[in-house]
T-cell receptor, first 114, second 114 residues
């Protein structure tokens, strides 16, 4: 069964600090991995998407890495801001007969304190 | 640019009452459309997806139904709501080649059943 596990479940950091969120998956055959940011009461917004051949993708202060061999991904946030407080969701898609079936992680809740 | 609208933003309904949530997409044609439910502390669960007008696929057996009367309109319905239908409902869309990967989400409807 395809699974996506995220850690930690929640994280509290001080404004200006860096942090790293983890995503481990068992999805196969792998197609791509996305990180989403979901503000409270809003829909998820895509931050990055990586395919098998990509091992790093940046979007401003967000940098995602992918190790397809160990089936792990991380999302690094640099110089955190109060607006980074949100849930971060890892989504891994399986390639199946021309379609792409996503499996969603439960998310990491990040709180940035001033 | 493409946008997605969901309404209402919040809804409180008594058990046994009917439900109709609406989602419309602008700025794209023939999108794949999705309904997801997000329960507290859990990952997004795909409820329905549609690849075209009148074409609905259900991912899980449930008390809900979906319809797509127009190319860019997706409706989630129920004849009689259950307490277990409470949750955060998200509509999403993707381009035709995206398979079943949602690319853009609406801001959701918070449904509370009393």
């Amino acid at each position: 069964k395809n699974q996506v596990e995220q850690s930690p479940q929640s994280l509290i950091i001080l404004e200006g600090k860096n942090c790293t969120l983890q995503c481990n998956y068992t999805v196969s055959p792998f197609s791509n991995l996305r990180w989403y940011k979901q503000d409270t009461g809003r829909g998820p917004v895509s931050l990055t998407i990586m395919t098998f051949s990509e091992n790093t993708k940046s979007n401003g202060r967000y940098t995602a890495t992918l190790d397809a061999d160990t089936k792990q991904s991380s999302l690094h946030i640099t110089a955190s801001q109060l607006s980074d407080s949100a849930s971060y969701i890892c989504v891994v898609s399986e390639s199946s007969g021309g379609s792409y079936i996503p499996t969603f992680g439960r998310g990491t809740s990040l709180i940035v304190h001033p | 640019s493409q946008t997605i609208h969901q309404w209402p933003a919040t809804l409180v309904q008594p058990v046994g009452s009917p439900l109709s949530l609406e989602c419309t997409v602008e700025g794209t044609s023939n999108p794949n459309l999705y309904w997801y439910r997000q329960a507290a502390g859990r990952g997004l669960q795909l409820l329905f997806y549609s690849v075209g007008i009148g074409q609905i696929s259900s991912e899980v057996p449930q008390n809900l139904s979906a319809s797509r009367p127009q190319d860019r309109q997706f409706i989630l319905s129920s004849k009689k709501l259950l307490l277990s239908d409470s949750g955060f409902y998200l509509c999403a869309w993707s381009t035709g080649t995206g398979g079943h990967q949602p690319q853009h989400f609406g801001d959701g409807t918070r449904l509370s059943i009393l």
